[in-house]
């Protein structure tokens, strides 16, 4: 081999360590905007003081948060005291609101790592947990370890951050109707968004192969709905015959809810229409254009069969399911689906047909348009605004809708070009 290439592979060798340590020191994600790196290190000590104004709740809980992850990972037991005053005590980490300019958003915040201490900065509580999220991001790796029951030694590089999220929605979505997780699982899910500065979790709860959300006045949805006989199998057109089923009970859902607002994450949850009913139809077939019978799918995929549009029954059935829904989510959206709905179930209704004449639609795609705007009507109603998949384009939607584009960067920008 050349020589010359030994030396270089040699050298690249001794120098590659030390360039991915330099890296490392500040492997924040997402990247702050804006990254100073200081001189020295701040090491955590048993005497080390957590200091917030510990009469704010909020602020309070802020300070337990850090306590306990540092706690957790088998670091000291850092003390929270109360807000300092107009100077800052070496050995200890500040959490405040205010001293910030106003123009810096909510979740926005300053953080900086000297030898003495950190001080986090913020407008708000949302940009304090932002902040506190970046110092984890500092720590060794085994801060997320938990119960190691080992006394660890915690020092992190100086540092100043200035840092404000690029968009305002930061979401993850889960789909639970084809393969539902434990409640303990979605918390975990949730834990892994807050680290990431993530603030709306999609929580995709009703469909074709399963219905997971306890409605109280209509029970059938979840002993009948949310049970399928089976699951497909890879990409082919069999099952595994092994009966699937589950759902979340009201207190459930509350209690998930709130464990995502601990986390300053919103909850938007999905509950199919008109499309992609098949589950709430096997347990009320009335409300579909044939009266079924109906089994929960078995296999991915689209189904004709989907809500009636003719049938004023049905709106007052979907009313009534996002009564309660709204109920347990205080989120300002709701998101109705309104993907892949087939029409040809409509197309063969006389009800569907004669709605059609009745408001002077031109299609099937603009009845379903009438049957997303009669929902969007209600719940804006309720003070609520809908959010759908880009097919809710399809037949023309009222400007206040909000349109979520699965499809395709295009369906984006007709949605923006019609004001949505």
Not at 8 to 31: E, T
Not at 112 to 118: M, S
Not at 402 to 418: E, N
């Amino acid at each position: 081999m050349n020589r010359k290439i030994l030396i270089l592979a040699s050298l690249l060798l001794l120098v590659s360590p030390l360039l991915f340590a330099g890296r490392s020191q500040f492997d924040i994600i997402p990247k702050p905007m804006k990254l100073e790196a200081g001189k020295g290190m701040f090491t955590f000590k048993e005497n080390t003081a957590v200091l917030t104004d510990i009469n704010n709740q909020e602020l309070r809980q802020l300070g337990k948060l850090l306590v306990q992850k540092v706690a957790d990972a088998g670091g000291p037991v850092l003390r929270l005291s109360a807000t300092l005053g107009k100077t800052i005590p070496k050995n200890s980490v500040v959490l405040a609101i205010g001293g910030l300019s106003s123009s810096l958003p909510d979740e926005g915040y300053e953080l900086a790592v000297t030898k003495k201490n950190i001080v986090i900065r913020a407008n708000t509580g949302k940009g304090l947990f932002y902040g506190l999220q970046s110092l984890f991001q500092l720590f060794p790796a085994s801060i997320e370890a938990k119960g190691t029951g080992n006394t660890a030694v915690f020092s992190l590089p100086a540092v100043k951050i200035t840092d404000e999220p690029r968009y305002a929605y930061r979401g993850m979505h889960l789909d639970v109707c084809r393969h539902i997780f434990p409640v303990e699982t979605i918390k975990t899910y949730l834990d892994l968004m807050a680290m990431y500065k993530m603030n709306t979790f999609h929580w995709h709860l009703t469909d074709d192969q399963g219905w997971r959300i306890e409605i109280k006045k209509y029970p059938e949805l979840t002993h009948i709905g949310s049970i399928r006989k089976g699951t497909q199998i890879g990409r082919t057109g069999e099952h595994d015959g092994v009966p699937y089923g589950g759902f979340y009970t009201q207190e459930q859902v509350r209690d998930i809810v709130a464990y995502a607002a601990s986390l300053y994450i919103t909850v938007i949850p999905e509950i199919e229409m008109p499309g992609h009913a098949v589950a709430a139809l096997s347990a009320y077939p009335q409300y579909s254009c044939t009266g079924g019978p109906f089994e929960v799918r078995t296999q991915w995929g689209i189904s004709d069969d989907i809500f009636c549009a003719g049938n004023d029954e049905v709106f007052g059935f979907v009313q009534d399911i996002l009564t309660e829904v709204i109920d347990l989510f205080p989120s300002k959206y709701i998101h109705v689906g309104s993907d892949e709905a087939p029409k040809a179930r409509w197309q063969a209704c006389a009800k569907c047909q004669a709605r059609m004449r009745e408001q002077g639609l031109k299609n099937e795609m603009e009845l379903q348009s009438y049957f997303v705007t009669r929902i969007e009507k209600f719940l804006n109603a309720k003070g609520r605004r809908i959010i759908g998949w880009d097919e809710i384009l399809e037949g023309g939607l009222a400007p206040e809708a909000t349109v979520m584009s699965w499809r395709g960067v295009q369906g984006g920008i007709d949605a923006a070009m019609q004001n949505h």
